[in-house]
């Protein structure tokens, strides 16, 4: 069964730093988001991304915070100077229509600690 | 504002037992999705179940079924002949445009 994956798995980093988070989408999808879930909070919703563009962001999504899709298979969520409380979980993931947004499949995370 | 309520904060039931999760939605759109995700230890989200709101009949997968109440904005989680593998937080969500938002979650224990 087709697969959203993310890499890394874990990644610590100082604060200040810049941090490049990977996700490969399933391949026939076009819709890519990122959602970030701080320690025991709720999934929050960062941005959602479909033709090359942001469809939408949320106001966690500031200036910051970059996406991107360089090639054909990866979407890149950047940080660019991290904060303290950037350290959370993040989610990516596809959906192969905006119509059925609800069939959006989730990768495993990447457990960003920002130190 | 358009949001997701879990009154349950933390819930526990012996193994084989029925358990019940509670959730209650608000939002000003018609049609919607509606789901619950499971996140185990490992934080991977998993989705259990999806409802269509223009569906009247309640989605079942399995051991796994949902009370949809739309007008009353209820999404209620039933976890029948439960399994310890079953212990996880889960989420309560539904769509809004093209994102999904979530509720805050139930710690769901299940006892040897």
């Known amino acids: 069964e087709p697969e959203v994956t993310q890499t890394p798995s874990h990644q610590v980093t100082q604060m200040g730093q810049e941090v490049i988070l990977r996700c490969v989408p399933i391949?026939?999808?076009?819709?890519f988001y990122w959602y970030r879930q701080i320690l025991g909070q709720k999934v929050e919703f960062l941005v959602s991304f479909y033709n090359n563009e942001i469809s939408e962001k949320s106001e966690i999504f500031d200036d910051q915070f970059s996406v991107e899709r360089p090639d054909g298979s990866n979407f890149t969520l950047k940080i660019r100077s991290t904060k303290l409380e950037d350290s959370a979980m993040y989610f990516c993931?596809?959906?192969?229509?905006?119509?059925?947004?609800?069939?959006?499949?989730f990768g495993p995370g990447t457990r960003l600690l920002v130190l | 504002a358009q949001t997701v309520t879990q009154s349950q904060p933390e819930m526990s039931v012996q193994e084989a037992e029925t358990v019940t999760l509670s959730c209650t939605y608000d939002?000003?759109?018609?049609?919607?999705?509606l789901f619950w995700y499971k996140q185990p230890p490992s934080r991977q989200m998993i989705l259990v179940i999806r409802q269509e709101a223009y569906k009247q009949q309640n989605a079942t997968e399995n051991r796994f079924s949902v009370n949809f109440q739309k007008a009353a904005k209820s999404f209620s989680l039933k976890i029948s002949d439960s399994q310890l593998g079953d212990t996880a937080m889960y989420f309560c969500a539904f769509t809004r445009d093209d994102k999904i938002i979530f509720g805050k979650g139930t710690r769901l224990h299940i006892l040897p």
């Open positions: 391949s026939n999808h076009l819709y």
């Open positions: 993931a596809s959906s192969d229509s905006a119509i059925a947004v609800e069939t959006q499949y």
């Open positions: 939002t000003s759109e018609n049609n919607y999705y």
